[in-house]
């Protein structure tokens, strides 16, 4: 999703207040660019020492009950052992029409590189696949998914027990495969996802 650049990628950000009020922006952002739920290990190590655990539980809370006021858009829903903006059923026809569209747009060269690193990797996480890309790939995954190539098929055994990504069998009967053991050797596989990802 969009997230407006920094002036300055190395500028730390300013300590926040731990007033619960203060913290709910913040919260409301991370929820906003994160694609997967975010639980409260992952939210201490963003705000380290500077804030308590009760304050961040109070400001979730007031998050929680100002996106569930009429007139909003999306949910704060506890799912997964964290926490993720989740669209109201009211708009999922908007949802859904959107969701269409990316699927009929054509996949980048940056998507197409992290779909083959999920399908020679997986089970992976979105943290080697990272390492793997060099480059945060989120919003690709998110896309991946939105797809029905991608989804999460568990959780590591790792601190915050990130998600698991794999390739889905429309994966595979997109790209005329059989099962992801039939897949073929990198460079060949770059050149097939190309080829008919965009329905050349």
């Known amino acids: 999703m969009s997230v407006e650049k920094p002036s300055s990628d190395d500028a730390p950000p300013q300590s926040p207040s731990s007033e619960p009020e203060a913290l709910v922006p913040i919260l409301e952002a991370l929820f906003f660019a994160s694609p997967e739920p975010l639980g409260m290990a992952a939210l201490r190590k963003v705000f380290g020492e500077d804030v308590a655990k ?39 026809a908007w949802v859904r029409r959107i969701a269409k569209t990316r699927a009929e747009e054509r996949i980048t060269p940056a998507a197409i590189e992290t779909l083959s690193v999920i399908a ?27 797809r029905g190539l991608v989804r999460v098929v568990g959780r590591a055994e790792l601190p915050g027990s990130p ?12 790209f005329g495969l059989k099962s992801v053991r039939d897949l073929p050797d990198p460079k060949e596989l770059g050149r097939l996802l190309a080829e008919n990802a965009n329905g050349s």
């Open 163 to 174: 998600f698991l990504y794999g390739t889905t069998k429309q994966f595979l009967e997109h």
């Open 120 to 146: 020679y990797k997986q089970p992976v996480t979105r943290a080697e696949i990272d390492a793997v890309r060099g480059v945060a790939s989120g919003p690709l995954v998110r896309s991946l998914m939105d």
């Open 54 to 92: 009760e304050s961040l539980q109070a400001s979730l809370e007031l998050l929680r009950e100002r996106t569930a006021e009429p007139g909003r858009g999306v949910l704060l829903v506890e799912v997964a052992g964290g926490w993720q903006f989740l669209t109201r059923e009211e708009y999922f």
